[in-house]
């Protein structure tokens, strides 16, 4: 799967919109992009995840799964805390700029 972010490109703010369900990034070049908390849960990126979809094809995600906390990870990404626990997941910039492309 080919990212269109570059890698090194950081927001300038990062939001969490917990009444719509939203994280939103405000980029330099004045895009704000956005991606669902129940599409960021879905695509988590860590080992269990991973490991899961392999097996079963897909997470199942609670309804109204909400972002809780979002810490920095390194200079190109973050770690996100669900509302279901869940928070191993590290999420660089470039793929959450891509997840927000996707239906």
Request: proline share 4%.
């Amino acid at each position: 799967m080919t990212m269109a972010a570059d890698d090194s490109r950081m927001p300038l703010a990062i939001r969490v919109i917990k009444e719509s369900g939203r994280l939103e990034l405000d980029w330099a070049d004045g895009q704000i992009t956005g991606v669902t908390h129940s599409a960021l849960r879905k695509h988590c990126r860590c080992g269990e995840c991973v490991a899961r979809r392999r097996v079963h094809g897909d997470i199942s995600v609670v309804a109204g799964i909400r972002v809780v906390e979002v810490t920095p990870y390194g200079a190109n990404a973050v770690r996100l805390t669900f509302s279901d626990g869940h928070g191993r997941g590290i999420y660089p910039f470039a793929w959450l700029q891509y997840l927000s492309t996707q239906p």
